[in-house]
């Protein structure tokens, strides 16, 4: 089995770390609990190995296979049943205390799901200033500062006063993205982050998170049910009914072209309706 050395960018310390997890839930009304994740190990004693500073990790997968349930524990607004977790030298196990996970998750790690999470009656740039204004850490000048400039950087500089109502999906997106960045996380957590864009947009925001990831160094653990953005990844881990099944190491994260892409899909939809 390849391991990191494969992959050309360089890679930092390991950040997340999986011990023997296993995850069920509870049916509400009954006794019987579902089993959403069983033994995942991601060690550097497992084929599996720990997601390092800096690395863009895709997981994949059938649907109800576990993904979204591991990324909710890894980003510590659920816990596992068994085992631990290990993000960023903290060990997390079931019984974690609340007060020190959210301060965690303010401090350190971003969350972007599928639906964008705007809060309506605030505009963008109130959107991104308030983890900053929650977080304390900034004065009112400072922070407006840093707003204004990652609303810049994910090309929203002239939709500061727009309320999300106001903006397109796209738009939507990166206004996300640009809060999820606020408080400078050391991990960006991505629940189908493309998942209700259209072809343009999803390239959009795909190269936007590559930019953060090669330029910053945020590590990003994105959920996808889209093959076409694979490229992106260092990696990509299969979860399959509650376990990894393979691993694959992108040797260089490779964005995509629109103009290439749309010729690609416009071929393989032509060949759909011939076959
Ligand atoms: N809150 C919950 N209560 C009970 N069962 C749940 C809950 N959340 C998830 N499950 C179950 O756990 C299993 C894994 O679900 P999960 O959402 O993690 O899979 P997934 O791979 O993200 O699926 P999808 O690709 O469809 O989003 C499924 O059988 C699902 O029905």
Redesign the pocket.
Request: aromatic residues 6%.
């Given at each position: 089995m390849a391991g990191h050395e494969g992959i050309v960018k360089p890679l930092g310390e390991p950040v997340i770390q999986i011990r023997h997890l296993g995850k069920s839930?509870v049916?509400p009304g009954s006794n019987e609990r579902?089993t959403?994740l069983k033994d995942i190990h991601l060690a550097s004693d497992s084929e599996f190995l720990p997601i390092r500073k800096g690395e863009f990790v895709i997981l994949r997968?059938?649907?109800?296979?576990?993904?979204?349930?591991?990324l909710n524990i890894l980003g510590t607004i659920d816990t596992c049943s068994e085992g631990h977790i290990e993000i960023l030298d903290e060990v997390i196990k079931h019984n974690a205390n609340d007060v020190f996970l959210s301060d965690l998750r303010l401090r350190r790690i971003g969350f972007v799901f599928q639906t964008f999470n705007l809060l309506a009656t605030m505009s963008a740039f109130e959107n991104v200033e308030l983890p900053m204004a929650i977080a304390g850490k900034l004065s009112v000048g400072e922070r407006r500062e840093r707003a204004m400039q990652l609303l810049e950087t994910v090309g929203l500089a002239d939709r500061l006063t727009h309320l999300p109502s106001e903006l397109s999906g796209g738009e939507q997106q990166r206004a996300t993205i640009a809060r999820a960045l606020a408080n400078n996380p050391d991990i960006l957590l991505l629940d189908e982050p493309t998942g209700d864009l259209d072809t343009v947009n999803t390239i959009d925001i795909m190269n936007l998170l590559l930019k953060i990831n090669q330029e910053n160094q945020t590590t990003c653990v994105m959920?996808t049910?889209n093959p076409d953005v694979e490229c992106y990844a260092d990696r990509l881990l299969y979860?399959q009914d509650?376990r990894f099944v393979r691993q694959v190491f992108n040797r260089i994260q490779t964005p995509l072209f629109l103009e290439d892409y749309q010729e690609y899909l416009k071929k393989r939809d032509a060949e759909k309706l011939v076959s």
């Open positions: 839930y049916i579902i959403a997968g059938p649907s109800g296979g576990g993904k979204t349930s591991l959920v049910h979860l509650g």
